[in-house]
């Protein structure tokens, strides 16, 4: 058993991109590398957090000290935190695609010279939202991300509304920013009637400080 504020709490954290396959050999995704979902991940395991770590097939690989389940597509994300339920908290840090390709080939799709494939989509479970809105089960605490490039905060605050989770980390990820891929970021916490902004910062002190109010909020 760990030691620490958040001893004795079970959190979940999705992390990384999915990847939607559109046949054997192609498949569609994004360019997250699993870097913020990570070192949350890690500063929750410093608090002495049990943490199951939901992972896309990201970039960074996971922290030590958490229980790692490998997932691919958004349907697989959504039943493996379902599977890790109960738990105190979760977070969303997952970049889920928003759509998988609605009938996914069975052997390679041929390349015809001159005839384009067309691809139809179908709509992924939000995962964020679908354990937000849960009745019995629900976890404490639900934090959802939020990539903006304009009205950040004005934003977050729909998005959280809208999913119904308790808090939104939002970021702004416009161009010059740096953030996505980089070592940085600037936050903005949005919570019931209230909004943190937080200074520039690493990610990794970005994680640590998300996993102190985690614990403060749990009551650790
Ligand atoms: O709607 P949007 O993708 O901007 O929401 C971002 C938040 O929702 C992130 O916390 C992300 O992990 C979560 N999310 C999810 N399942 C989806 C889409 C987003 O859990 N299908």
């Known amino acids: ?27 569609i995704s994004n360019h997250s590398s699993g870097a913020q979902g990570t070192a949350l991940a890690r500063a929750l395991v410093d608090l002495g957090a049990e943490v199951v770590f939901v992972t896309g097939p990201g970039r960074v690989p996971p922290p030590p000290g958490v229980q790692v389940v490998p997932v691919t597509t958004a349907r697989e994300m959504l039943d493996a935190v379902q599977a890790a339920l109960p738990a105190d908290a979760a977070v969303f840090a997952a970049a889920v695609a928003d759509w998988r390709v609605a009938e996914v080939a069975g052997s390679k799709m041929k390349k015809t010279a001159g005839k384009m494939p067309a691809l139809h989509f179908a709509e992924n479970p939000d ?12 976890p404490e605490l639900v934090v959802g991300f939020a990539a903006e490039t304009d009205d950040v905060v004005a934003n977050a605050q729909a998005k959280r509304a809208r999913k119904r989770c308790d808090w939104i980390v939002a970021n702004d ?22 909004v943190e902004d937080w200074p520039r910062m690493t990610k990794d002190d970005v994680a ?8 403060e909020a749990l009551g650790g």
């Open 127 to 138: 995962i964020l939202a679908t354990v937000a809105q849960m009745g019995a089960g629900r």
């Open 1 to 27: 058993v760990g030691q620490g504020p958040l001893a004795g709490k079970r959190v979940i954290v999705t992390s990384g991109p999915t990847r939607e396959p559109i046949d054997p050999v192609r498949y």
């Open 173 to 194: 990820v416009s161009e010059g920013t740096g953030t996505f891929g980089g070592a940085e970021n600037t936050v903005h916490i949005v919570t019931e009637g209230a």
């Open 208 to 215: 640590a400080r998300l996993a102190q109010r985690m614990a």
